[in-house]
């Protein structure tokens, strides 16, 4: 990952300078200055970068994290109730992954959107929106309303309640403060 952006960032692909020449030194310096730089962004979260801004990287973040969610889930889920075949707990895997990463991808958009069209950034109603954007999901894709107005309301209230607790602090695991 490290040579591929810094392949993608130095001025020619590669270092242009000739290497016995005064301006090798310093364009090798300021090209692993800026991969060193392209590598840290890209490692960001999701709440590293200011709400309503940003909204193709958010939205990658949590559809990477609705994939890694579903993947989990859906091994949990073939060791529990074993399929009949490899091809059903492929198809079972599938489908709850591809599921899950759609989820996380309507909530990052809908979230950032939101932010953005509302003009409040901060406000954790955003979240309601998204995740009760992604409970409508689920309902559509099981075919039942009553499961989307659950997730909805549920999923709704989960993500507002945590953006919530971002925004003051709240800790649900670790060490006590004294």
Not at 22 to 50: F, Q
Not at 94 to 99: A, I
Not at 121 to 130: E, K, S, T, V
Request: charged share 15%; net charge negative.
């Amino acid at each position: 990952m490290l040579v591929l952006v810094y392949l993608l960032h130095s001025p020619a692909g590669v270092d242009s300078a000739p290497v016995g020449s005064p301006d090798a030194k310093n364009h090798t310096s300021n090209s692993r200055e800026n991969s060193i730089c392209v590598l840290d962004k890209s490692e960001m979260g999701y709440w590293d970068l200011p709400e309503g801004t940003d909204c193709v990287e958010k939205t990658w973040i949590t559809t990477k994290l609705g994939t890694a969610l579903g993947l989990v889930g859906s091994a949990y889920h073939i060791v529990a109730f074993q399929p009949d075949s490899a091809v059903a707990a492929l198809q079972r895997a599938t489908n709850s992954t591809v599921t899950m990463a759609a989820m996380g991808a309507i909530f990052g958009l809908t979230t950032c959107l939101s932010a953005q069209a509302r003009e409040a950034p901060d406000d954790p109603l955003n979240y309601f929106i998204g995740g009760c954007a992604s409970g409508i999901f689920l309902g559509a894709r099981t075919h039942s309303a009553v499961t989307g107005t659950s997730a909805c309301l549920g999923l709704g209230t989960l993500a507002f309640f945590t953006k919530v607790g971002k925004m003051e602090g709240w800790k649900l695991a670790g060490p006590p403060e004294l």
